[in-house]
């Protein structure tokens, strides 16, 4: 059964020792971020798949906001014809140090009912942070993935999605997002999961590397360093700490299920006291029958037919099995394999250790 292997799998996975990591791998340092920026523009070249005139009336008054800046007044009552248009937004990551003239890739997103964006140009449109400036310019052909064909008859067909691309390296970057990395404060290592045991282990192994004194953790995710002064010294002495191996905390004892895929995940230290347990179905089934009855040959009266009904029920006999105390996760897996329950009755089951008190773990349903 599928559930089988995925435990059995997960278990494989579990039951090696914990692996020594480098920090890079497992925090981040303090202010070295990226930053999400947005525009709006237009995409034009399209293949008639732009937006409808009659739907979109941003995009016209776009085309004619684009049309007078070079000059170009169009008539008042003049129809415009924007098949060939599409508005968009674009998005795009600016990397943390990015440095005015290099390029970041930008994402092109239909925002009307433009069918496609295959073939489309984008004209040069500014991407502003959340502070309103703008940090970047992008311009440039999309390459899109999906595409999509319709027949006379309405009958139509959508290979991934047509109304999204990307430029690569369409954007510039114009102006450079200020950090603290150079005024010469400590260094604040933030994990990526909380854990107050990989946090001590943190300021441990950087403190028998570097000397005593030199890092200290302040909570379950920050990690704070003493550094040097100096910029150029200070980019070294990162790249030391980041190549520190830590062997992290081991995980709390949990249960994931997610209960729409029927997926579930056993953590290694999870525990269940003794007790037992079984699990059965019940099945009622009900069928409907009808019987013809006739009168006698010299009687009176007029055949009728008369429904019957037919009830079985029928209870599946499931052995009941036993936890005994102490259960490590490998016996767990063995007695629900050997019990051969479903994915959907491994839930029951496990909800109902955890409200008896026998399952010594956190429950997550997601």
Known sequence: MIHRILIATLLAMTSTLAQAERIKDIA??????????????????????????????????????????????????????????????IQAELPAFAKPGQTIDVTVSSISNATSLRGGSLLMTSLKGPDGQVYALAQGNLV???????????????????????????ATVEKEVKNNFSSGQPVVLNLNRADFTTANRVAQNINEMLGPDVARAQDAVSVAVSAPQDPSHRVDFISLLENIEVEPGEEAAKVVINSRTGTIVVGQHVRVSPVAVTHGNLTVSISEDYTAVQPNPLGEGDTVVLPGSDVEITEETNPMFKFAPGNTLEDIVRSVNNVGASPGDLMAILEALKQSGALKAQLMVI
């Open 28 to 89: 981040t340092v303090a202010g070295v971020r990226s930053n999400q920026l947005v525009g709006y523009g237009l995409v034009v070249g399209l293949d008639g798949t732009g937006d409808q005139t009659n739907q979109s009336p941003f995009t016209i008054q776009s085309f004619n906001n684009m049309l007078q800046q070079f000059g170009i007044t169009v008539p008042p009552g003049t129809r415009v014809q924007t098949k060939n248009v599409a508005a968009v937004m």
């Open 144 to 170: 899109v993935g999906g595409f999509g064909a319709e027949g006379r008859d309405g009958s139509r067909i959508t290979v991934n999605v047509p109304s999204v691309g990307r430029i690569p390296g369409g």
